[in-house]
C-alpha cells in the first residue's frame, strides 16, 4: 500500500473516531503497518494542517473536525475515475498553470491537478495579473490529454465554466452566471477566471492545461481599490458572515470537471454548449467585443454548437466570433 494512501485511510480512522483516542496498536492492526510508519503517516497529517495530540497510554486523536485545505482534505471529497487522484498541493507558486506545464512536459498523466493556497503570479487571460492571496481562494489547474484537434478546444474553456457554475449553483446566489466565453460572474462582477492552455501539433492536441480561479473568502478589504468595483467572492456575494470551507469546494469542482469532460467527449461540444446556456449571462444582450480585429458593439445573439458567439452589430451585420473579450458593463 502507498504512503499516500494510508495516509488517508488513518485520517478516515481518526474522524470516525469523532474527537476519541484512537490506539497505536489498532492503527497499525488496520493499516498494516508498524508503529513507526504510524508516527511518519501523523507527521503528514500534522503538515497538512490537521491538529493531532499523542498519548503515550492512549493513542492519537483528532482534535479538530474542520478540514485544513490541503492535498488529503481534497481528496477525500473526490468520486471521480482519474481527476485529482494525482494531485499536487502548493503552499505557494508562481503560477498553478506553469508548475503543470512542466509536469505535463515530464509525462504527468490526464486529470493530474495542481493546487496552490497562493499565487505570486497568478495570470489571466490576454496576459492579465489574477490576484491570487493566500488563505482566500481556489487557484487550480487540471491536465488533460484529449484526442482533439486544436480547432476543438475551445469547447474545453466551455466547459470548464460549466464545471464552476455547477458547483456554485447549490449557494443559490443571486445573479450568478458565465459570461462569455468563461468568466464567471455575480451581480455583474468577476468571482471566477479561467485560462486554457494548450501544447499542439498541426492536426493533434499533445495537452491542454485548465487553469481555474476562483475567489471564495475575500472580504471587501482583501480587494485593491481598483478591482472593487469589479471583483467580487463567495463570502461577500452570499451576505452570511460564515467563511466557505475551500476542500470541499475544490473536490466538488474535480468531480463536475470529470463529469462534464467524460460528457463532452461522449455528445460534443453541442451538449456542453447546451449547458452552458443554462448559466448564459451574455446572450440576448448589447455587448462590446474586444478581439484581435478591434472593437464592436452589437447584439449577442447566440452560441453555435462549436462555442462560436453569433454577434450581430449595429449595422445588421453577423459575425461569428471564436474568442474576444466581452463587455457588458458600458452598455
Same mark, same amino acid.
Do not use: W
Given at each position: 500500500m502507498?504512503?499516500?494512501?494510508?495516509?488517508?485511510?488513518?485520517?478516515?480512522?481518526?474522524?470516525?473516531?469523532s474527537g476519541n483516542y484512537v490506539s497505536g496498536e489498532y492503527l497499525s492492526q488496520c493499516l498494516g503497518i508498524t508503529r513507526a510508519a504510524i508516527w511518519k503517516r501523523m507527521a503528514v497529517l500534522k503538515k497538512e494542517g490537521f491538529v493531532i495530540e499523542a498519548s503515550t497510554?492512549?493513542? *492519537?486523536?483528532?482534535?479538530?473536525?474542520?478540514?485544513? *485545505?490541503?492535498? #488529503?482534505?481534497?481528496q477525500q471529497g473526490l468520486v471521480t475515475r482519474s481527476f485529482g487522484r494525482e494531485l499536487?498541493? #502548493?503552499?505557494?507558486?508562481?503560477?498553478?498553470?506553469?508548475y503543470l506545464k512542466q509536469m505535463a512536459y515530464e509525462g504527468a498523466p490526464e486529470?493530474?491537478?495542481?493546487?496552490?493556497?497562493?499565487?505570486?503570479?497568478?495570470r489571466g487571460r490576454l496576459g492579465r495579473s489574477f490576484l491570487s492571496s493566500p488563505g482566500k481562494g481556489i487557484w487550480m489547474s487540471l491536465l488533460l490529454r484529449p484526442e482533439l484537434h486544436p480547432s476543438q478546444v475551445h469547447s474545453l474553456t466551455l466547459a470548464a465554466s460549466v464545471a464552476v457554475a455547477r458547483v456554485l449553483e447549490p449557494l443559490n446566489i443571486p445573479g450568478c452566471g458565465i459570461k462569455w466565453p468563461n468568466d464567471i460572474l455575480i451581480g455583474g462582477k468577476k468571482v471566477c477566471g479561467i485560462l486554457t492552455e494548450m501544447s499542439a501539433e498541426m492536426d493533434r492536441v499533445a495537452w491542454v492545461i485548465i487553469g481555474i480561479g476562483l475567489n471564495v473568502n475575500h472580504t471587501a478589504q482583501d480587494f485593491p481599490e481598483d478591482l472593487k468595483e469589479l471583483a467580487t467572492s463567495l463570502y461577500l456575494s452570499r451576505g452570511i458572515d460564515e467563511f466557505l470551507e475551500r476542500s470541499s469546494l475544490?473536490?466538488?469542482?474535480?468531480?463536475? #470537471?470529470?463529469?462534464? *469532460?467524460l460528457n463532452y467527449l461522449e455528445k460534443g461540444s453541442s451538449w456542453v454548449v447546451e449547458q452552458w446556456k443554462k448559466y448564459n449571462l451574455t446572450l440576448g444582450k448589447r455587448v462590446r467585443l474586444i478581439s484581435t480585429?478591434?472593437?464592436?458593439?452589437?447584439?449577442?445573439?447566440?452560441?453555435?454548437?462549436?462555442?462560436?458567439?453569433?454577434?450581430?452589430?449595429?449595422?445588421?451585420?453577423?459575425?461569428e466570433v471564436l474568442s474576444g473579450e466581452i463587455s457588458l458593463r458600458e452598455l
Open positions: 502507498t504512503h499516500k494512501d494510508t495516509s488517508k485511510e488513518m485520517l478516515a480512522i481518526l474522524q470516525k473516531a497510554r492512549k493513542g *492519537y486523536r483528532l482534535c479538530e473536525q474542520t478540514r485544513p *485545505y490541503g492535498r #488529503l482534505s481534497v499536487k498541493f #502548493l503552499e505557494t507558486v508562481d503560477s498553478t498553470n506553469n486529470g493530474t491537478v495542481v493546487l496552490a493556497d497562493e499565487q505570486t503570479a497568478g475544490a473536490a466538488n469542482m474535480i468531480n463536475q #470537471l470529470e463529469e462534464i *469532460y480585429a478591434g472593437e464592436m458593439v452589437g447584439c449577442a445573439e447566440d452560441l453555435l454548437p462549436d462555442g462560436r458567439l453569433i454577434l450581430v452589430d449595429d449595422s445588421r451585420q453577423r459575425h
